[in-house]
């Protein structure tokens, strides 16, 4: 029988852990790990690592499903970033993280703040930040505050990457109804880095000092990490002090003085004080090393004086790292932060006991076994269940196209397939003087300064397939990822993914993260395209109503010469079209059925892998050999849409003939695309596409002011120049700017 | 020509004009320190763009104010040429080398673009390589490049010929809607009485290679290392 204080102090640990988000099962185990009851501020620390933000504890068994490794694969998950050596001494480092639940309780903030937790955990691996892509899923432009949102996370993107001087490349933004209460907002960073100076987080050498760099610490961002890891409610309002502030002027001098520190060979290893903050840092480093660490908080530079033991440790404020120096050389390290006018200060050291130490006014105020804490946090295999009208979902309603030519006008007007350049304008995407192809086309390319090779990249996923069908959905992301490189003749490196969903606890959308999670797999193993980063953001629905399972997925390609580059638009008239890929008319899930009759139903496309990568390998070796001057894809909207965007580049419009009925022109059958090259090249692209096994058909040629596609049953008839007013004018018009 | 890309904290496009100068023009290119009151032995003083500590306050008006600076007014006092581009030529608003002020662009947003810009002034030595009336495509990348100064003082920069590019469209009219930001008498690069000192907004280190898509930038670093040639050979 335990004596009644003990029982009264057990009973007040377990409503102190409730208030934490930490559940009872969790707190027993924690009670195991430590053969004792935990004090306070070890159970704020444990409740933040072992949050379902930190610790992947409801995703962890999927995510073991994804391939991983490689041959150019130096770091994979688990890493701040992914390392992916892509030739010449070189290495491109990156990752995508998601911003979602910060970004709508404060989109300016939020969002920028985002952006500076990607770079930042890009510099840490020593390597420098040259690109961006965001992925952005909006609501209903009608929706309460969603203007303001748009409006916000765009601003809040452009201003911070903007004044860091990393040039945002492309990126995607969708718009849907499921994201009313709930937006999306996945940020990507890439840098370079010579593959010797690659670093890690792995801490190593007992008795080597732990630096504190970077902004001061305040009270902004405690519960961060919990936070994302809850639904939205009525009281959400009330979140807002859980949401940093961003400061891009700090975040680009600490990566200038980062980068420079680890020029010095001063530097072990580096991490950014990220969710949770000087907590995960801390235990993150140590426990990937193998090793203990004494905190003393009294050095931590502070904002104010007042600051607890506990909200030091939770604080998520923005521009901080935690680094290991070398004993015995730390006078380079405090130079260089010294030089950039940034807080450095020496808050502990490793040791070999494997106990992570806290102290603050000479008490110890914490101890925990460091190893035991990080990976032996719960671990959830959560039930899943499809929902019970799926065959009902899957039924094609029967809608067939009467007038071409309007309804392709229809699509063009809305702000999904809308230009998004009034997005993009916003983002900086010509500093760093790299950029070869920026937003707009099919893959953002970047020049690799100093070789003939280039990079490509992308950012995809339709949330409307995935939620029809989230296996295919989850195909159809690698797929169209692989194919947009292809287009601009990359080949993939690797990928970062942001899986983002509902609640994890409701069987529906567990089923729908695994489905996504296994289609993924299974398309990353076909295509040879390992996944070296990313990131799980659960919870996200609000009152019950999650949004569209939507798994992005950011994909690398290698291009060997950028001598070549296809466009994604019509760049002269005369050029013969030659259409990649065979119609299946595909209309479930296609955007023609949701934009034009607001109908969400039918199977998506089917997703052949096999087919995929021929066709990926067919356009590869033509963008190689420089045959065709246009390379674009068929996605939302089909073939009449892809035509079009192919003629709003320079306004040379195309006249094309093809067995298809109006229906049809609109249809997403998969692993298509089209070509344009001059006359002379046209036979030798038609051999090389039967040698590859990729149907091809010569459809057409380039020129005039028109877009006039002629099927069975009827002919697309538009002047282009018309079009791209109502194309360029969509999202601005929706956005009442 | 030895060329001096001046660093402040939150420079960021320090780098790209460096590359230039050095790797594309072959040039002795050196970076120079905002807290060194010293120019190294530099030809040419580059003010870089970016977002010089933040511009938390008006964009270039704490940059103004480093160590630096001083010499930077030396040389351009001793006729030694001085380039701001972007952040770099609010600064030397903000340092009164040159007329006029910044506002925020006219919608209020950070806008990057290709632009189209008139050669005013072919008589400088920035500008030799390019001819009056040229028409000339460049990126921009600001939100305050607004310009404006009193009509009086406008009217007086004109008469100096002080305008050495203007936002055109791509036949060189100048109209509202080729005029991006919303700048007086769309007036986009400025030089001071004595030519020497010249500042504009948009990046013609961004245009200097035809693989970014464009080299009509190139001129500009092209003129000023032939007007370097010609001061060693006179």
């Not at chain 1, 995935?466 to 295919?472: E, G, V």
């Not at chain 2, 003082?153 to 002080?162: F, H, Q, R, W």
Request: with cysteine.
């Amino acid at each position: 029988m335990p004596s009644a204080p003990t029982a009264r102090r057990a009973a007040a640990t377990e409503e102190l852990a409730a208030g934490y988000g930490l559940a009872a099962d969790e707190l027993e185990r924690l009670r195991a790990v430590l053969g004792r009851d935990p004090g306070s501020l070890e159970l704020g620390i444990v409740s933040s690592l072992w949050s379902e933000h930190c610790s992947y504890k409801s995703s962890k068994t999927m995510l073991a499903e994804l391939p991983t490794s490689g041959p150019f694969v130096l770091e994979g998950p688990g890493e701040n970033a992914g390392a992916v050596d892509i030739g010449n001494g070189w290495v491109a480092v990156f990752k995508m993280e998601s911003h979602n639940h910060p970004s709508f309780i404060e989109p300016y903030q939020g969002a920028a703040t985002g952006v500076g937790g990607i770079l930042r955990d890009v510099f840490t691996m020593g390597a420098r930040p040259v690109a961006l892509l965001d992925s952005l899923r909006f609501g209903s432009l009608d929706a309460p505050r969603m203007r303001h949102l748009v409006d916000g996370v765009v601003r809040g993107i452009g201003d911070y990457g903007n004044c860091v001087g990393v040039p945002t490349v492309g990126g995607e933004t969708g718009f849907h109804p499921s994201y009313d209460g709930n937006v999306v907002v996945n940020a990507f960073a890439l840098g370079l880095a010579r593959r010797e100076r690659v670093f890690t987080a792995r801490a190593a050498g007992a008795g080597n000092p732990l630096y504190y760099v970077g902004s001061r610490t305040g009270r902004d961002g405690i519960h961060g990490a919990t936070m994302a890891s809850e639904s939205f409610d009525a009281e959400s309002e009330a979140k807002r002090p859980t949401v940093q502030v961003g400061d891009p002027f700090t975040e680009k001098v600490l990566l200038e003085a980062c980068l420079q520190a680890m020029r010095t060979g001063a530097v072990v290893a580096v991490q950014d004080m990220g969710a949770a903050g000087l907590t995960s840092s801390s235990f993150e480093m140590a426990s990937r090393g193998g090793m203990g660490f004494n905190l003393r908080l009294d050095a931590v530079p502070l904002r104010e004086a007042a600051l607890t033991p506990y909200e030091i440790m939770l604080s998520e404020s923005q521009e901080r790292m935690l680094l290991v120096a070398r004993r015995g050389r730390e006078e380079e390290v405090v130079r260089v932060f010294e030089r950039w006018g940034l807080e450095v200060s020496k808050v502990g050291e490793l040791t070999e006991n494997g106990l992570g130490r806290i102290y603050h006014r000479r008490a110890r105020v914490a101890e925990l076994p460091v190893k035991a804490i990080v990976d032996g946090g719960p671990v959830y295999d959560r039930p899943a269940a499809p929902p019970p009208d799926l065959e009902r979902r899957w039924q094609s309603p029967d809608l067939p196209v009467e007038d071409p030519t309007a309804t392709l006008a229809r699509l063009l007007a809305t702000p999904e397939l809308g230009s998004k350049e009034w997005i993009w304008r916003q983002y900086d995407h010509s500093v760093r003087t790299n950029t070869v192809a920026g937003p707009g086309g099919d893959a953002a390319v970047l020049l690799l300064k100093g070789t003939e090779a280039g990079l490509g990249l992308v950012a995809d996923v339709n949330p409307v397939y995935c939620a029809l069908d989230p296996r295919r959905g989850g195909r159809q992301a690698v797929a169209e990822a692989v194919r947009n490189l292809a287009c601009v003749g990359a080949e993939p490196v690797g990928l970062t993914d942001c899986l983002n969903f509902g609640s994890p606890e409701s069987p529906e959308v567990y089923w729908q993260f695994r489905e996504c999670v296994l289609g993924m797999a299974e398309a990353c193993r076909e295509l040879e395209v390992p996944v070296v980063s990313g990131n799980v953001s659960f919870y996200n629905e609000t009152a019950g109503r999650p949004i569209h399972p939507t798994p992005t997925v950011a994909m690398v390609g290698l291009i060997p010469d950028l001598g070549q580059l296809p466009r994604a638009f019509f760049t002269a008239a005369g050029h013969r079209i030659v259409l990649l890929g065979r119609d299946a008319e595909e209309m479930g899930g296609s955007a023609y059925l949701r934009l034009v009759h607001g109908v969400e139903q039918g199977r998506p496309p089917a997703v052949d892998l096999a087919a995929e990568e021929r066709l990926a390998a067919l356009l590869r070796f033509l963008a190689f050999e420089g045959w065709v001057a246009t390379a674009h894809d068929l996605a939302e909207g089909g073939l009449a849409v892809a035509l079009a965007e192919a003629a709003f580049g320079r306004g040379l419009g195309a006249s094309v003939t093809v067995a298809a009925s109006p229906t049809a022109l609109f249809s997403e059958t998969q692993a298509r695309a089209f070509v344009a090259a001059p006359p002379a090249r046209l036979e030798a692209i038609l051999e090389e596409a039967e040698r590859w096994g990729v149907p091809a058909a010569d459809v057409g040629e380039v020129g005039g002011a028109r877009l006039v596609i002629r099927g069975d049953g009827g002919v697309l008839d538009a002047d282009v120049e018309a079009l791209r007013q109502v194309w360029e004018t969509a999202l601005p018009r929706a956005l009442g700017m | 020509m030895r060329c001096g890309v001046v660093v402040f904290p939150g420079s960021n496009c320090d780098h790209d004009v460096y590359h230039v100068l050095k790797h594309v023009l072959g040039q002795d290119a050196v970076f120079l320190w905002h807290d060194e009151a010293d120019l190294h032995g530099c030809d040419l003083v580059v003010l870089p763009g970016g977002f010089a500590y933040g511009d938390y306050l008006r964009a270039g008006a704490m940059a103004a104010l480093s160590p630096i600076m001083a010499e930077v007014r030396r040389h351009a006092a001793a006729g030694g040429p001085v380039l701001g581009i972007c952040n770099g030529f609010q600064m030397l608003l903000e340092a009164g080398l040159l007329p006029g002020a910044m506002r925020r662009n006219r919608d209020l947003r950070f806008l990057c673009q290709d632009v189209w810009l008139r050669v005013e002034r072919d008589d400088l030595a920035f500008t030799s390589r390019y001819a009056r009336g040229q028409v000339l495509r460049m990126p921009i990348a600001h939100a305050e490049g607004n310009y404006v100064d009193r009509d009086e003082a406008l009217d007086a920069l004109e008469k100096a010929g002080g305008v050495v590019f203007r936002y055109a469209s791509p036949g060189g009219e100048t109209a509202e809607g080729w005029n991006p930001n919303g700048s007086a008498r769309a007036i986009a690069g400025v030089v001071n009485a004595g030519g020497n000192v010249l500042g504009m907004m948009p990046h013609p280190e961004r245009c200097a290679e035809q693989v970014l898509g464009g080299e009509d930038g190139l001129g500009l670093f092209a003129s000023l290392v032939a007007a370097a040639v010609e001061v060693r050979h006179a």
